[in-house]
């Protein structure tokens, strides 16, 4: 039997749009030499510009987090010190929309490539502009945020400081790219039909937060500006599906099956 397979790419999907900090955002960086500014918690930056982002696999992770709990799959594989859930045979992989979008391991032998790449989002430079030009920041680009944790027998209080993105900030344009597959490793009509659930993960983003500190008020976040194109193989000119803009990722979802249908259209799919 012949154990090689064919990979055809048919075309990727493209989803682009601004995020926008609604609380103070905190995505954690290194806490090297934080006794000089005293913060217990900072923030990712950029090395070059020293300016906050949002990694890709932040963002892509939480999603898939949502997305795992929301469907209840099995916390099956252990990463670190970390479960998440992995398809751990074909047949459970073929009818599993988040190991086909997110990924699995690759020593799986029935893995295939991941259909989403999460690019890094960097500060919009409007908002950049706003920040410099601002003298309230605590930091660059940020604010400090004491919290405060009380001892229940004494009543003394141990303060610590995070470091946050204020409300407000806007990062973009984020980039989702979204492949779809044929060949031996795919179908393009289900790759297609999937492309529903990754929304739907974008909406339990926007109900739940981003980055640390979710439960005591950071992290809650907006999408806007949200654009999909299509591009039929890896040459031709991506072209827009739907609306041109959709201001709000609930406008998406309402005309998300027109979007869809014009997905398809464009990778010529029957």
Request: with cysteine; proline share 4%.
């Amino acid at each position: 039997m012949n154990e090689y397979k064919t990979i055809k790419l048919e075309g990727r999907v493209f989803v682009t749009f601004n995020l926008k900090a609604v609380t103070g955002l905190h995505i954690g960086g290194s806490d090297a030499g934080i006794e000089i500014g005293g913060v217990d918690k900072t923030v990712v930056r950029d090395v070059l510009t020293n300016q906050p982002y949002i990694p890709g696999s932040s963002l892509k992770g939480k999603v898939r987090s949502l997305l795992e709990k929301y469907q209840g799959l099995l916390q099956n594989r252990k990463i670190g010190q970390a479960f998440i859930h992995s398809c751990r045979d074909a047949a459970e992989y073929a009818d599993c929309a988040v190991c086909r979008i997110f990924g699995v391991p690759g020593e799986e032998n029935f893995s295939t490539p991941t259909r989403l790449v999460v690019r890094d989002v960097h500060l919009h430079p409007d908002s950049a502009k706003q920040l410099e030009d601002s003298a309230r920041t605590d930091l660059p680009y940020t604010e400090v945020k004491t919290e405060v944790a009380i001892d229940r027998v004494t009543s003394r209080a141990n303060p610590r400081q995070m470091e946050r993105v204020p409300a407000g900030t806007v990062f973009g344009p984020a980039e989702l790219v979204y492949s779809v597959y044929g060949g031996d490793v795919g179908d393009p009509q289900q790759d297609v039909a999937h492309l529903k659930t990754l929304i739907a993960g974008l909406q339990l983003l926007e109900d739940d937060y981003l980055g640390g500190l979710g439960s005591r008020g950071s992290g809650k976040v907006a999408l806007a500006e949200i654009k999909v194109t299509v591009r039929k193989g890896t040459l031709d000119q991506a072209q827009p599906a739907g609306a041109a803009t959709y201001a709000t990722l609930a406008e998406l979802a309402a005309d998300w099956e027109h979007v869809l249908d014009e997905v398809r259209d464009a990778l010529k799919l029957a």
